[in-house]
């Protein structure tokens, strides 16, 4: 991000360079990026005759280059955007000529998603050289909550720790599409008010009580009832609970626990970032730890993986989600 942050005040300085290659498996930033210098580099009446957005399915690279090689009208620099340049993949060597020599007049953006140049190439060195490359990541699952947090706190809103964990468990790293449920709740929520499990099931409709965080906090709890109701909630709702994510997830916190159990160091910190969570979540890990000694929890496992295995249509095509899920709780609880 702090990346993201230098690029855009470096444009913001008028320290604009002729070619932006934003690639990488994470598409916000990449379209961040994009966007940014879409809205911000050429005023409103400069756009119309010298701002181009291209698609790397409709164009070749001889077009990119053509397009590029153009002089700006009445301006002092045009803007070429290419946006899903990854589909030229197979011909995207041919730039480096263009890289090696581009217009001083052009900005020339390629968004190149998904993807990465082998930074070996010649290609990689010239873009590097005469322009930017950037390379966004993906985060992990451990950094997705401080993310949520960053972004939020940038526009003047709070968040309680459970309404992290649960968009992270819902929707995972995908940073664009949490980033449009929290614009949800933007719209909503007035400035200075601090998002809860409440706003979100409310709002984007994730239910607090029957998700598979709740499942797991049960779990460790040994909350037999809640656990069992949970999961009669998921049966009748399987689109929305599908069974190999549940099943994928509870195993998930199980391998957690026995990593915990293996560890010298019990520091909070540092068990915090072996089982790559946040701190605040420690102590329904140590709930856990409790109920379920080192041995139970190897023996969990191995069933989990039976369960998977079955999660997945192989060996139990008579078994229903409902029969599944309650044969995994019998196994854990017993």
């Not at 480096?96 to 007049?105: R, V």
């Not at 140049?117 to 699952?141: F, H, T």
């Not at 003047?156 to 995972?172: D, N, R, S, W």
Request: with cysteine; hydrophobic share 40%.
């Amino acid at each position: 991000m702090d990346e993201v942050v230098k690029i855009v005040n470096d444009i913001k300085s008028g320290n604009i360079k002729p070619i932006y290659f934003l690639m990488g498996e994470e598409p916000y930033y990449i379209d961040k990026l994009s966007d940014y210098i879409e809205q911000h580099v050429l005023s409103e009446e400069e756009k119309g005759f010298n701002q181009t957005v291209l698609y790397g399915r409709d164009v070749t690279i001889e077009d990119i280059v053509s397009t590029a090689k153009r002089y700006p009208m009445m301006a002092d620099r045009q803007v070429v955007i290419v946006k899903e340049a990854q589909d030229l993949i197979r011909t995207i060597d041919k730039l480096d000529s263009y890289a090696e020599n581009p217009m001083p007049s052009t900005v020339l953006v390629l968004c190149y998603k998904y993807k990465t140049l082998d930074k070996r190439k010649k290609l990689s060195k010239l873009l590097a050289k005469n322009g930017i490359v950037y390379e966004s990541k993906k985060l992990y699952d451990n950094q997705v909550g401080d993310w949520i947090k960053r972004v939020l706190s940038g526009k003047k809103y709070g968040i309680e720790p459970k309404a992290t964990a649960m968009l992270v468990e819902f929707l995972g790293t995908d940073l664009s599409k949490i980033n449009n449920e929290l614009e949800k709740l933007q719209i909503i929520l007035p400035k200075g008010s601090t998002i809860t499990p409440h706003h979100i099931e409310e709002n984007i409709g994730f239910s607090k009580d029957y998700n598979i965080f709740e499942l797991r906090k049960a779990i460790g709890e040994r909350d037999q009832l809640k656990a069992y109701s949970i999961a009669d909630n998921f049966a009748k709702n399987p689109k929305d609970n599908p069974l190999v994510v549940t099943t994928g997830l509870v195993f998930g916190f199980f391998v957690q626990l026995l990593k915990y159990h293996g560890l010298k160091d019990k520091n909070p910190n540092n068990v915090a970032a072996v089982l790559g969570i946040r701190p605040f979540f420690l102590k329904d890990y140590d709930v856990a730890l409790r109920n379920y000694p080192m041995r139970k929890v190897s023996q969990i496992v191995g069933a989990l993986r039976d369960i998977d295995v079955k999660s997945k249509g192989v060996g139990a095509n008579a078994l229903s989600q409902s029969d599944l899920l309650r044969e995994m709780l019998y196994k854990i609880f017993n």
